[in-house]
């Protein structure tokens, strides 16, 4: 509730209903301080040119809200439950968020630097991975936090699970 929410900052009821008329403001206020995190990030990852290429891939696969601190696992799950109209700002923008993916995937086939896989395939994997990744019985279950999760998914779309050699980790 709005009551609880207050006592947890340490205001008034009163002040944050002075900045946010309703919860659901305050929520749509919160995804998309999110979504614009992420996007900065993309693209930093993008256009850094000083980064090499897998660099900069892992940064776009593994990009985490950075601005509002540890996001609790629950948020999204709740999203997708009670604010529908919220949850699709987050679809949607992975969606975008896909576009650009494939658009550097391809350059890495290109140049040689990844091997030639359907961008549809990679795509499936890596958005499905991401959704079933906000199931916060999942990460409370296996002791996982969102970002360590995603960075997980980012390197096993990039390397795999074999090890090139025994001194791989």
Same mark, same amino acid.
């Given at each position: $509730?709005?009551? +609880?929410?207050?006592?947890?900052?340490?205001? #008034?009821? /009163?002040?944050?209903?002075?900045? @946010?008329?309703?919860?659901?403001?305050?929520?749509?206020?919160?995804?998309?301080?999110?979504?614009?995190?992420? $996007?900065?990030?993309?693209?930093?990852?993008?256009?850094?040119? &000083?980064?090499?290429?897998?660099?900069?891939? !892992?940064?776009?696969?593994?990009?985490?809200?950075? =601005?509002?601190?540890?996001?609790? +696992? /629950? @948020?999204?799950?709740? *999203?997708?439950?009670?604010?529908?109209?919220?949850? !699709? !700002?987050?679809?949607?923008?992975?969606?975008?968020?896909?576009?650009?993916?494939?658009?550097?995937? /391809?350059?890495?086939?290109?140049?040689?630097?990844?091997? &030639?896989?359907?961008?549809?395939?990679?795509?499936?994997?890596?958005?499905? &991975?991401?959704?079933?990744?906000?199931?916060?019985? @999942?990460?409370?279950?296996?002791?996982?936090? #969102?970002?360590?999760?995603?960075?997980?998914?980012?390197?096993?779309?990039? @390397?795999? *699970?074999?090890?090139? =050699?025994?001194?791989?980790?």
């Amino acid at each position: $509730t709005m009551s +609880n929410l207050a006592a947890r900052l340490g205001i #008034s009821k /009163r002040t944050l209903y002075e900045n @946010f008329s309703s919860k659901e403001e305050l929520i749509a206020a919160i995804t998309d301080t999110i979504i614009a995190d992420l $996007t900065n990030q993309d693209q930093e990852a993008c256009q850094n040119t &000083s980064l090499d290429f897998n660099d900069r891939f !892992k940064a776009m696969l593994a990009a985490y809200p950075k =601005s509002m601190g540890p996001v609790n +696992n /629950r @948020f999204a799950y709740d *999203l997708q439950l009670y604010m529908p109209a919220e949850w !699709k !700002k987050i679809e949607d923008y992975l969606e975008v968020k896909w576009q650009n993916i494939e658009i550097l995937m /391809r350059q890495g086939i290109e140049e040689g630097l990844l091997k &030639s896989t359907n961008p549809a395939v990679v795509k499936k994997i890596f958005i499905g &991975s991401i959704k079933e990744l906000f199931d916060h019985k @999942f990460l409370l279950n296996n002791n996982i936090i #969102s970002s360590d999760a995603i960075i997980n998914v980012a390197e096993v779309i990039m @390397f795999g *699970l074999v090890k090139k =050699s025994s001194d791989d980790k």
